[in-house]
């Protein structure tokens, strides 16, 4: 069974960056698709990014667009998430997540996502 670890959170001021580390093991990850999720006080769980296995296709949420890179490095099993001019508004949990294959799912719906880490906090002060 995939398994997820998610590492990289802290506090950083408006305007300030952050890169996440969404380290997988427990399954082939060079066949399995990555997302990172996030989800703020009282708010629902949002999409970030994704990318896919094999080629390296990548989509992003609007709020991630033209701030926030998604890479994955196979020979360490491990996607990251490189946030860049983060604003209060990004503060939350940030989660990495699986699909069941290679390719990306719609980040607009968590269901097709079946493998979920226990996500790390991110702040963003003003």
């Known amino acids: 069974q995939l398994q997820l670890v998610e590492s990289g959170g802290g506090l950083v001021q408006s305007g300030g960056s952050l890169r996440l580390s969404c380290s997988v093991s427990?399954?082939?990850?060079?066949?399995?698709?990555i997302a990172w999720f996030r989800q703020g006080s009282g708010k629902e769980r949002e999409g970030v990014a994704c990318?896919?296995?094999?080629?390296?296709?990548?989509r992003y949420g609007d709020s991630a667009k033209g701030r926030f890179t998604i890479s994955r490095d196979d020979a360490k099993n491990t996607v990251y998430l490189q946030m860049n001019s983060l604003e209060p508004e990004d503060t939350g949990i940030y989660f990495c997540?699986?699909?069941?294959?290679?390719?990306?799912?719609?980040?607009?719906?968590?269901?097709?996502?079946?493998?979920w880490g226990q996500g790390t906090q991110v702040t963003v002060s003003s």
């Open positions: 997540a699986a699909p069941p294959g290679p390719r990306c799912a719609t980040l607009l719906l968590t269901w097709p996502y079946r493998s």
């Open positions: 427990g399954g082939d990850f060079n066949n399995r698709a």
């Open positions: 990318i896919a296995s094999t080629t390296g296709d990548t």
